[in-house]
């Protein structure tokens, strides 16, 4: 036997039905202490820095990238820096 119920209902008017406790005021408490802690972050934030410290990474990302495309292995002595066609 299969027995289905549809409940037309909101979500608030559902967990009172159910008894929950109403959670809002401590979801907005955390959201905002969230949202001063990254405020605070924020002021001393320097997206130089940021790029400084990723720009190794990248670099070898970029070689890798265009080993890929030019068809050189990353070990090879194969590369050269003569752009001229």
Do not use: C, I
């Not at 001393?44 to 720009?55: C, I, M, N, T």
């Not at 990248?58 to 194969?78: H, I, Y």
């Amino acid at each position: 036997m299969k027995v289905s119920v549809d409940v037309d209902a909101t979500p608030e008017e559902l967990r009172r039905f159910l008894g929950l406790p109403d959670l809002s005021p401590l979801n907005e408490e955390l959201v905002a202490t969230l949202r001063d802690r990254m405020q605070q972050e924020a002021e001393g934030y320097d997206p130089f820095s940021v790029l400084r410290a990723s720009a190794p990474a990248m670099e070898t990302f970029q070689r890798l990238f265009w080993n890929a495309w030019s068809g050189t292995t990353p070990g090879s002595s194969d590369h050269s820096d003569d752009n001229s066609s």
